[in-house]
């Protein structure tokens, strides 16, 4: 199973702990079983910069939990875009992130919107964060 958690166009989140008064107005989360090839999509809008406590800025992305039989614990990751170049280079997690490793976290553009393949090990892994 694949739920992702995001926010809105404004980087708004739909949440209590989003203290903004405009906080958003639609929920931002999805579950998808995958097919039994691992497969599977969401239909969504492409989320808004998001405020940190520190007074940075992340850049758009999508956060990513990845559950399966025979895992114990889940997996956590992200989904960053690449037409945010200067974005994603202020961003504060993915600059945390070994710079060769990164792009395990960018989507690539395909017909329908992006594409995020989930590698969960292997030869270029999928980045996972401990949360």
Not at 42 to 48: E, N, S, Y
Not at 52 to 81: C, S, W
Not at 96 to 118: K, M, N, S
Request: hydrophobic share 35%.
């Amino acid at each position: 199973v694949v739920e992702i958690w995001q926010a809105d166009e404004q980087g708004r989140f739909d949440h209590p702990d989003d203290p903004r008064p405009e906080s958003a107005s639609r929920q931002g989360f999805g579950r998808c079983p995958t097919s039994p090839d691992g497969e599977f999509w969401f239909r969504t809008v492409k989320p808004g910069p998001l405020p940190t406590p520190a007074g940075e800025t992340e850049a758009p992305h999508i956060d990513v939990t990845v559950l399966a039989r025979g895992m114990l614990n889940r997996l956590v990751t992200r989904i960053y875009f690449p037409d945010e170049e200067q974005a994603n280079a202020a961003d504060p997690v993915l600059s945390a992130v070994d710079p060769e490793r990164r792009h395990t976290l960018v989507a690539t553009p395909d017909q329908e919107g992006y594409r995020f393949d989930i590698r969960i090990q292997g030869d270029d892994e999928t980045v996972f964060f401990a949360v």
